[in-house]
Each structure stands twice: as structure tokens, then as C-alpha cells.
């Protein structure tokens, strides 16, 4: 595992700021995604994948519901309520047992495109269980936990007012760093903005 120091700055920057915008973890969740290409660490173990910064937010949401003392009361109230919860949850079920299941059922029968690492190239090759089959599914249930998380926090109060700031925050990072990207590179500076490109 390799962390990568711009991503935990930037981390820690957008936890500052949602801090002061009174809205943690909605905010910093929203304004996360606006760094679409830092990662805070490499891991290894995955097959070099990169988690993005808004892995982190997002695991940080769903860690703080999870330890409400009415949660069991929340997930109720929201599966109750909420009829397509129920849809994404049987996505994640079935990306799970997919992402285990199909890889080794269909094991060199079925051919895939995938890069090369050696040559930097798409090659076809057989289908076989990969680092990739967790990683992909792992953010894939990361990001439907952190809708259902998302989800009790809204219906309990009125912070419908911390997700319009965490989108005004987001355009705001978004549009100032592709007028920054673009001032830098017309001027002949380069590209200024690559130290928190770190994901793979």
C-alpha cells in the first residue's frame, strides 16, 4: 500500500471547509467528487487499484450512520419509504455474487478486452477471476451503502440545505480548477494541476 500525500492534503482540505460549511459529511462527500482523478492511496494487493478520494468520504458516511444508536430505526424508516432502496440493494447482492460467481463459472469460456500491463496495449484475453472483479464491485456497493446512509440522514431533518451547499461547493472546485487548467496551460506553465492526479 502507497498513500499518496496530495490526496490526504486534499483530503484533509475538503474536511476543513465542510466543517465550516456546517455539513461534514454531506458536503465533503459532494465536493469530493470534483477530484475526480486523486487517489489517497495504491493498493497493491488490488492489483494497483487507486481508491479516489470520494471512496473516503463516502466510507466515512456510511461508518458514522452505521454507529447511530438508531440505525436499525433508520433502515426501517427508509426501506419503508424509499421503494427503490430495495431495487439498489438487490443490485448490490447482485454485483456481489456476480463479481465471485460468473468469473470462475465462465472461466475460459468467454473472452474479454482488457489492458495489457506489460505493452499499454487492449488485448483479448480469457475470462478468469481478477483483482478487478473486487475492487469494481467494491466501489459499487461503497457507493450504494453511501445512498442508503444518504438517504436516513435526509429523511430525519431538513438538510436538503447541506446538499444544495455541497453542489455549489463541487461546481465552484470543478469550474475553478478547469479555469486554473486553462489559464496555466495558455500561459505556457504546463500543467500545474498533475501533482493530484495520482490515481491509476
Known amino acids: 500500500m502507497q498513500v ?3 490526496g490526504l492534503l486534499l483530503c484533509a482540505a475538503i474536511l476543513v471547509t465542510s466543517y465550516y460549511s456546517r455539513g461534514m459529511l454531506i ?3 459532494i465536493a469530493s467528487q470534483a477530484f475526480g482523478a486523486t487517489a489517497v492511496m495504491t493498493l497493491a494487493f488490488l492489483g494497483g487499484s487507486s481508491p479516489l478520494i470520494f471512496t473516503m468520504f463516502a466510507a466515512l458516511l456510511v461508518t458514522t450512520v452505521a454507529a447511530r444508536r438508531r440505525i436499525w430505526l433508520d433502515l426501517g424508516l427508509v426501506f419503508g419509504s424509499i421503494r427503490t432502496v430495495w431495487i439498489l440493494t438487490s443490485l448490490m447482492l447482485y454485483a456481489i455474487i456476480g463479481s465471485w460467481l460468473f468469473p470462475r463459472f465462465f472461466a475460459g469460456q468467454t473472452a474479454v478486452f482488457v489492458q495489457s500491463k506489460t505493452r499499454g496495449i487492449v488485448i483479448e484475453d480469457s475470462l ?4 478487478g472483479n ?3 464491485t467494491g466501489y ?3 457507493g450504494g451503502l453511501a445512498a442508503i446512509a444518504l ?15 455541497g453542489f455549489f461547493l463541487w461546481c465552484g472546485l470543478h469550474t475553478g480548477m478547469g479555469v486554473f487548467d486553462f489559464i496555466s496551460k495558455t500561459v505556457g506553465a504546463g500543467d500545474l494541476l498533475a501533482p493530484i492526479r495520482t490515481a491509476n
Not at 128 to 131: D, E, F, I
Not at 151 to 165: F, G, P
Open 27 to 29: 458536503i465533503g462527500l
Open 151 to 165: 438517504c436516513a440522514l435526509l429523511l430525519h431533518s431538513d438538510r436538503i440545505d447541506q446538499v444544495r451547499r
Open 134 to 136: 473486487i475492487s469494481q
Open 128 to 131: 478468469a477471476p481478477v483483482s
Open 4 to 6: 499518496s500525500l496530495p
Open 140 to 142: 459499487f456497493v461503497l
